[in-house]
């Protein structure tokens, strides 16, 4: 609006914000078009309204409708006379208006998001103006000197951004600036711009919702969904229209279609939780001010409101002093649950069922929910010793009790709502037939719903007093775990309802109550509180998240040979896989136990294989709910399976009693990968097996040590061959397969912010409507932290799942895979043979943060699982945590420049057009690539890289020297691949992203580098220190360093 009446004005603005761009115009004594740090607002004068005015100071608000539509405001009143008020006629504004909009609705989303535009930034950019205006207050109210520091780096790593990228006296600059920082003004400065990242992350949360509001409005899309490709409402549209198939069969796919989210607590989360809730209600207020109908008062109180939170968090300490426990991670995984899950799950299902009516005319069956959330916290023991028997005990009941009391809740506001006294189905009279000793005689649902809430009131004492006894009993063999008759009257105290331990038994009822109601005139009270309800059960049952036990393959031998041994026939462990087997499934048929239980204290047996036979006698004694699956890591062979589906028999946990787990090998090495289709064809030609498992059986893919162990192209090969030849034995014998997807949040660990393609890149037949995987670390809090990003991320999986179930994959060419094995051997090979120099281990642990990344409290777990050991024991997690620190990412790309430079170009050039898991790769890849910055991890080599005098370490920098020609070679070769010159290719969200948050990350990063050669030489700026002086420093500079360990991390988004 403005810039249409400068520019008729012959008057001269620069759009440089809306708060500049106000004052100009006040200046050149023009309307005052801006009545929000937010948005120009349009105005209607009330005794006028056949007109409209671009001046609102005096006319009441209507529209808030450019930034959100995307219109092009300045051509379209170019397009307008004004009278000589400055008035345009309303009539030819609406007609104006409506050809804009159809233009507008030819335009596709993905067009919309990727077109670059300013008004795909400009809300963001104010906000984030807005923030880092409102945190420069506080900083500088308590500390100027800091405030000015912020502002001289932040200018001078905005100008880096902007200049070639052979200029680097920006960054030079900086790198001179830090030597002479205090460290207290070093941790300042780092918390400044750590808080700043963490701020523009929150600012962001608000505007991909705000995108996705407006794609919708653009269109005039009015539904329950977003109209967008990777969207339920876009998916369903488009296998109606272009798959041409019958709104029957997709109808079908999707009440068959099962995702399991799997809450992990990998430690790569690095933000305290007690700042996450604060980040997001800075999100919710951002949310709050881009509000049209927000009076004048209520906006200076929603502002005021974000300055006092932005206050909290500058005010908050950002590290974790100690530690986490096992019990403090699952903690953290039942707040999202209680916080944003618990009301996003039904709220989707809602909409989804809204969509499904409106698309396929059909409505979803009331406890149908898509996605299902399970939990590894606590049930992860793999190289994590503190997660023992007891612990893993005390979370399921801790999880039993939370469900219990969000359940309790939802039951007292169903009971306010259940006032109807008429026309009851038979099933209802009946069901409150059953209910005694209720004061409810005519209010028939509040009588049911009264005696749910005693039942569950009597679980809450149940779950309390179990862990009591648990605090008091130091042997969980000791401990009576829940009752196998949950609904027996001798459970409950003094003639009280029984506890509930099955879903079943809650959820029965009230479908019961929910079928009546509709049954009757008041279907509308059945589609309110009660059926959110009855999809929390379905979703969350009893336990909130089943719990899935991990253990490495390792602890089951050793714990069937101590078994073996004691029954003095033989050590297991020398038998070789054939004899294993055979014995194990001799064993498993049989009826006799191996041994006596009560008689297990008293067998002689040691700590580790006594902590392994007690966690199955844990999951024995949990209840119905309270688990999932078993994984074995590192498994190799058949044995692998058996030996834990033995252990599990032994303790009651069988296919007879319907208890058993079940038993997923995760499969996470380069030659493990290749074997598996062979391991899974030993179990399923074992006499009974198939029928044992009911006929399906899971697999567990291991993306992070696969490409640890080989790299990320032979990694990727592996996977998608061993997949296609797992599912190909599975059909022969008859077998439903799924496969459980372990991806972490970086490239390098299988991550992929393009959830939706990624899944249609999976190979073929592999997923059809079955898909598990991962959410771990800081892609928890990215995908699920707030309600709205909830609810997305939850469409996109639903949508991807259910596409990918009809969608046409491309069967590789036989060249195309003789290409790939080829590239693979030459990839893998070079990897391997850089990380095995001596050399390269030695400039890893000094040229990144590997070694002090284990002084950060933020996970329960050791780094490796063995404490001894070289990078071959250093979990996947640390090794692609520090390279992500340093900006080279290099787990994601080493070897990858060497394979694609040994095949043929115009091969790769075909796979990449028409092979979408090839291109996936590469783009991936290519992404990742764009994020590196080799000035930035140079300046790390130059900091550290250091004899023990002043003098560099040759050896190393030619080491790193060398990293850095691989770095660009293979930059080339992915460029000459894509035919594009952007890395970023098929990335631009992510891109403009980076974008914006890279000027606050390259602060950080020189802070880090001088901040750990500090730490390592025991240098101190700032002058000379007495000893008490020297030691305060030091733990100042330890400070900083783990913040900036936070700051990196946010500022790279994807770190572990």
């Not at 219109?71 to 006629?89: M, N, Q, R, T």
């Not at 949950?486 to 509930?500: K, N």
């Not at 990968?673 to 697999?699: C, D, H, Q, R």
């Amino acid at each position: 609006v403005a810039l249409a009446w400068a520019k008729r004005r012959g008057k001269s603005l620069k759009a440089r914000g809306p708060r500049i761009l106000d004052q100009q115009l006040k200046n050149e004594g023009g309307p005052c078009a801006i009545t929000s740090v937010h948005r120009p607002i349009i105005g209607i004068r009330p005794d006028k309204k056949s007109q409209l005015c671009s001046h609102p100071s005096s006319w009441a608000p209507v529209l808030d409708f450019f930034a959100a539509s995307q219109v092009d405001a300045k051509s379209l009143f170019e397009s307008l006379d004004l009278d000589k008020d400055g008035l345009i006629d309303f009539t030819e504004f609406c007609k104006a208006l409506e050809k804009s909009q159809q233009v507008l609705q030819q335009v596709t989303a993905a067009e919309l998001e990727e077109a670059g535009s300013d008004s795909y930034t400009a809300p963001l950019v104010n906000d984030i103006e807005l923030l880092t205006k409102i945190l420069g207050d506080v900083i500088r109210n308590e500390d100027p000197e800091i405030f000015e520091l912020y502002e001289q780096f932040k200018a001078k790593s905005l100008t880096r951004a902007g200049s070639s990228s052979t200029d680097e006296s920006a960054l030079d600059w900086m790198v001179a600036k830090v030597k002479d920082l205090s460290p207290e003004d070093a941790l300042g400065l780092v918390r400044a711009f750590t808080q700043t990242l963490n701020l523009i992350n929150a600012a962001e949360v608000t505007h991909r919702l705000r995108l996705l509001r407006a794609s919708d409005v653009a269109r005039g899309h009015v539904g329950p969904l977003p109209m967008r490709e990777d969207s339920a409402c876009g998916t369903l549209e488009a296998l109606l229209a272009e798959g041409g198939l019958s709104k029957d069969a997709v109808y079908a796919a999707l009440l068959d279609q099962k995702v399991d989210i799997v809450l992990t607590a990998h430690p790569t989360e690095v933000n305290r939780r007690t700042l996450l809730r604060k980040y997001r209600m800075i999100s919710e207020l951002l949310a709050e001010l881009d509000s049209p109908s927000l009076a004048p008062y209520e906006r200076v109180q929603t502002e005021e409101a974000l300055r006092r939170e932005v206050a909290r968090v500058w005010g908050a300490d950002e590290i974790r002093r100690v530690k986490p426990t096992p019990q403090q991670e699952a903690n953290g995984g039942l707040a999202i649950v209680e916080t944003v899950l618990w009301d996003a799950v039904p709220a989707y299902a809602r909409k989804l069922d809204a969509q499904c009516k409106l698309s396929l005319e059909r409505q979803l069956p009331i406890d149908l929910v898509p996605i299902k959330f399970s939990s590894w916290m606590g049930g992860d023991r793999d190289g994590n010793p503190n997660v023992t028997p007891e612990v893993t005990y005390e979370i399921a009941l801790k999880q039993r009790l939370k469900a219990a009391e969000l359940l309790l809740e939802d039951l007292k506001l169903l009971y306010q709502e259940g006032s109807v006294t008429k026309d009851f189905s038979p099933e209802m009279l009946k069901l409150a037939a059953t209910v005694k000793d209720s004061s409810d005689e005519r209010e028939l649902y509040r009588r049911v719903i009264g005696h749910l809430q005693r039942r569950l009131k009597a679980t809450l004492l149940w779950c309390e007093k179990q862990l009591a006894a648990l605090e008091a009993t130091p042997n969980s063999l000791d401990l009576a775990g829940v009752p196998k008759q949950a609904s027996a009257a001798g459970l409950a105290e003094s003639g009280e309802a029984p506890p509930i331990f099955d879903a079943a038994e809650l959820l029965g009822p009230l479908k019961v109550m929910h079928e009546s109601l509709c049954a009757g005139p008041y279907a509308q009270v059945a589609d309110g509180a009660l059926a959110d309800t009855i999809r929390r059960v379905s979703a969350f049952g009893l336990t909130l998240v089943p719990l899935d036990l991990r253990q490495e393959s390792t602890r089951h031998l050793l714990a069937i040979d101590a078994i073996t041994q004691h029954l003095s026939l033989g050590s297991y462990k020398e038998w070789d896989e054939d004899k294993k087997v055979a014995w194990l499934a001799g064993e498993l048929a049989s009826k006799r136990p191996l041994f006596r239980i009560r008689d297990l204290d008293s067998m002689g047996f040691d700590a580790d294989t006594m902590n392994t036979l007690r966690t199955i006698d844990v999951a024995s004694k949990l209840g119905p709910g309270a688990l999932g699956a078993y994984v074995i890591s590192m498994a190799r062979g058949a044995s692998d399976v058996l030996a834990v589906m033995l252990l599990q028999k032994q303790f009651g946990l069988t296919a007879e009693s319907g208890r058993m787990m079940r038993v997923a090998p995760l499969f996470e090495t380069l030659t493990d990968l290749t074997n598996s289709a062979s391991v899974m064809e030993t179990l399923f030609a074992l006499p009974g097996y198939v029928e044992m498992i009911k006929g399906e059986a899971e697999v567990m893919v291991g993306y992070s040590d696969s490409a640890k162990d080989a790299g990320r192209i032979a990694a990727c090969w592996a996977q998608y061959e061993s997949q296609e030849k797992m599912v190909q034995v599975a059909a022969k014998y008859g077998v439903k397969l799924t496969f459980f997807h372990g991806k972490g949040g970086t490239v390098g660990r299988g991550g992929n912010p393009a959830l939706y393609r990624a899944v249609l890149a999976h190979p073929p037949e592999t997923i059809n409507g079955k898909f598990r995987v991962t959410e771990q670390g800081e892609m928890i809090t990215q995908n699920f932290g707030s309600a709205g990003i909830a609810e997305r991320t939850l469409d996109i999986y639903t949508a991807a799942v259910l596409a990918e179930k009809f969608h046409k994959h491309v069967e590789p060419k036989p060249e195309w895979r003789e290409t790939m094995a080829a590239m693979s051997k030459v990839s893998c090979d070079d990897y391997r043979a850089a990380i095995q120099d001596a050399n390269f281990i030695r400039y890893f642990r000094t040229a990144t943060p590997e070694l002090e990344l284990g002084s950060l409290n933020i996970g329960s777990r050791p780094a490796k699982r063995n404490p001894k050991g070289g990078i071959e024991s250093l979990r996947a997690i640390p090794w692609q945590f520090a390279w992500t620190q340093t900006r080279l990412h290099l787990p994601a790309w080493l070897g990858v420049g060497e394979g694609l430079d040994s095949a043929d170009a115009a091969m790769l050039q075909e796979m990449y057009r028409e092979w979408p898991f090839f291109r996936e790769i590469i783009d991936l890849i290519g992404m990742t690539l764009s994020k590196t910055d080799l000035s930035i991890s140079t300046n790390y080599e130059t900091q550290l890289a250091r004899e023990t005098g002043a003098d560099k370490d040759e050896a190393l920098h030619k080491v790193g020297k060398g990293i850095r020609e691989r770095l660009v070679s293979t930059r080339a070769a992915v460029m000459k691949c894509t035919g594009c010159d952007d890395l970023y290719s098929g990335f631009e969200l992510l891109k403009r992203s980076m974008s914006v948050r890279n000027p606050y990350v390259d602060p950080l990063n020189v802070l880090q580098a001088e901040t750990m050669k500090r730490l390592r030489v025991g240098t101190l700026a700032g002058g000379d220190f007495s000893a008490a002086k020297a030691k305060q420093s030091r733990a100042t500079l330890e400070d900083g360093f783990v913040v900036s360990v936070n700051g990196i991390a946010q500022g790279m988004k994807n770190s572990g």
